[in-house]
């Protein structure tokens, strides 16, 4: 099985993603960490107990994380599509478990220094704990196997601005932080998650299954939907942060393409923006694999399979 770590802004896609990482028979989950984004670090680690308790996933310990930005002041909550709880204002059992006594980027050092080159850690929120943890102890660079970001947009339109991607916005200055580090990164953005669409017929079948975690996932996804649709995305919602996951799994879901990738923290119009150099420039060597192409029926199938 391969080790996963997964760094959540839990987050209506955040949900599913690990309700698909806790059932997928590849992966162990090692620990879940919580950042800002959707919503504040103690909204997320609440809702991220929350759904590993509905999915009786228990095992799994969460390490609550930073609360806000590096230099920035924290972002408004994205309300619209993740409600104001950050789960569709769905409500689920208050947790009985409470986070671990470390810090999210404590938790990641330890983690990757004890395991070397056998963590993988997923980022589907701000990216201020994974450069938190590399400011604390450099030598993870080296050590962690890959980063899979969800974040960015590199050759299509931004979703929180019109060029920049949400998980970017809410820290740029940790994602230019991170991805200058030369940690190994693959960037799955915009450019493919859009492609991975969940559609109302999907939330039928959930229905349909009757179950209580069904039953929550095609709740919470309406939601989701109905948000999509209001931005004038009418045939589904993206499956952002479960497409991350799914590119662990199996790599062969994307085609990733090397290329120098910068964070643009001017604070103009085009901040946040992660900009790809698919030149070849000898003073701009790759830095991030970005994936851009899916094979989106492919991964919608497993995703389908494996959710719950
Ligand atoms: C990303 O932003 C968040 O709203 C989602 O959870 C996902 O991680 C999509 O841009
Ligand atoms: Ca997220």
């Not at 997964?6 to 028979?25: E, K, R």
Request: with cysteine; net charge negative.
């Amino acid at each position: 099985k391969k080790k996963v770590i997964i760094d959540v802004d839990t987050g209506i896609d955040d949900a599913m993603a690990l309700s698909y990482a806790v059932h997928s028979p590849d992966l162990e989950v090692c620990g879940v960490t919580t950042t800002f984004g959707n919503i504040s670090v103690e909204e997320a680690t609440r809702n991220t107990l929350q759904v590993l308790e509905l999915v009786g996933a228990t095992d799994i310990p969460v390490y609550q994380g930073a609360f806000k930005p590096l230099v920035r002041e924290l972002k408004e909550k994205a309300k619209l599509f993740h409600g104001e709880n950050g789960l569709g204002n769905i409500m689920l059992p208050l947790p009985t478990s409470a986070p671990q006594a470390i810090s999210a980027a404590q938790y990641l050092v330890s983690a990757i220094k004890a395991q070397p080159n056998e963590i993988t850690l997923v980022t589907v929120g701000s990216m201020t704990n994974l450069a938190l943890a590399i400011m604390a102890a450099p030598e993870i660079v080296s050590l962690v196997k890959r980063v899979v970001v969800m974040g960015g947009a590199v050759a299509v339109p931004g979703n929180r601005t019109p060029v920049a991607e949400a998980n970017i916005c809410a820290d740029p200055e940790a994602a230019a932080y991170v991805f200058q580090s030369g940690i190994s990164l693959t960037l799955v953005g915009l450019d493919v998650t859009m492609q991975t669409l969940l559609t109302r017929e999907h939330l039928q079948q959930w229905r349909e299954r009757d179950t209580k975690v069904s039953r929550f996932f095609a709740d919470i996804c309406d939601v989701y939907m109905d948000a999509y649709a209001k931005v004038g995305n009418v045939r589904g919602c993206g499956l952002h942060d479960p497409l991350a996951v799914g590119v662990v799994i199996d790599p062969t879901f994307v085609t990733a393409v090397p290329m120098h990738v910068q964070v643009d923290t001017s604070g103009s119009a085009s901040d946040a923006r992660t900009i790809g150099d698919r030149r070849k420039h000898p003073e701009f060597p790759p830095n991030v694999d970005v994936c851009v192409e899916v094979d989106h029926d492919r991964f919608v199938q497993h995703f389908l399979e494996f959710v719950m």
